[in-house]
């Protein structure tokens, strides 16, 4: 397991190093989000019973920092190594295909927890949060930021240039995460919309991750957390299968 801990240490140094802009950056975001809609909205939106708008906001807030972040980790470690020629040092050495994966997709769930905790402790200042089931919080999490980093490796493996993964995601990732909750119930939706909700996955993510602290969610946790299962084993099938296949790795 020593190539293994080895890339997974690099890994996480190599976010670690620019701190302020891989931690930093996303925690004033996330506070900025807070400060802006929570001030118009709080007294406008009423989301669950006793529970102000801004307490509603904030795990939101913390999850789509968790997602964003874990995506960003393992696809842009990957396009760089790719375009640098650096990623010969990886493919080189014995490691096998569960290896790269894990070693990629660890730092990944790494970086999204880290700059999660940093917006939970900033804009949970701001509130109160019960936390009423935190170990469904840290399932959420972790099995989020884990589905999010296997998908940043399966787009830094399929992306030739920073042009093509910033498409993949500016159309696909901000979006799912924007229209899945985080800043409303989906209750507050039509009924086509609420359909619409119930196919993005992100959804799930983010409402167990609510349930976790307020003990109320909109969809059963149990039925969230076997969709990111199944989610999961789905990604990390299709990541394995082009690591082993060496797609647009190996030329």
């Not at 925690?27 to 939106?45: C, K, N, P, Q, W």
């Not at 900033?122 to 999490?141: I, N, Y």
């Not at 500016?170 to 909750?181: D, K, M, R």
């Not at 394995?240 to 296949?245: D, P, Q, V, Y």
Request: with cysteine; net charge positive; proline share 4%.
């Amino acid at each position: 397991m020593i190539g293994l801990r080895t890339l997974f240490y690099k890994e996480v140094l190599r976010f670690w190093k620019v701190g302020l802009q891989t931690v930093g950056a996303p925690v004033l975001t996330s506070l900025l989000y807070l400060t802006i809609f929570g001030h118009m909205l709080e007294d406008r939106v009423k989301v669950y019973e006793q529970i102000a708008y801004t307490s509603f906001l904030v795990p939101g807030l913390v999850m789509m920092s968790v997602l964003q972040n874990a995506f960003a980790n393992s696809s842009s470690s990957l396009i760089q190594s790719k375009i640098t020629g650096n990623l010969v040092f990886v493919l080189l050495p014995p490691l096998s295909h569960w290896e790269i994966f894990l070693g990629y997709v660890l730092a990944a769930v790494v970086r999204g927890i880290v700059v999660g905790t940093g917006v939970l402790l900033v804009t949970g200042s701001f509130t109160h949060l019960l936390f009423v089931a935190p170990w469904w919080s840290f399932l959420f999490a972790f099995l989020g930021a884990a589905i999010l980093g296997t998908l940043g490796l399966i787009a830094g493996i399929w992306a030739d240039k920073f042009d093509q993964l910033a498409t993949f995601q500016n159309f696909l990732i901000v979006p799912a995460t924007f229209l899945a909750g985080v800043f409303y119930s989906i209750h507050s939706l039509p009924q086509l919309w609420q359909t619409v909700s119930h196919i993005n996955p992100f959804f799930y993510m983010i409402d167990g991750f609510r349930y976790g602290c307020f003990g109320v969610s909109d969809v059963s946790p149990n039925i969230s957390l076997m969709i990111m299962i199944l989610t999961l084993t789905v990604l990390t099938t299709v990541a394995i299968s082009l690591l082993r296949c060496g797609y647009k790795l190996r030329h």
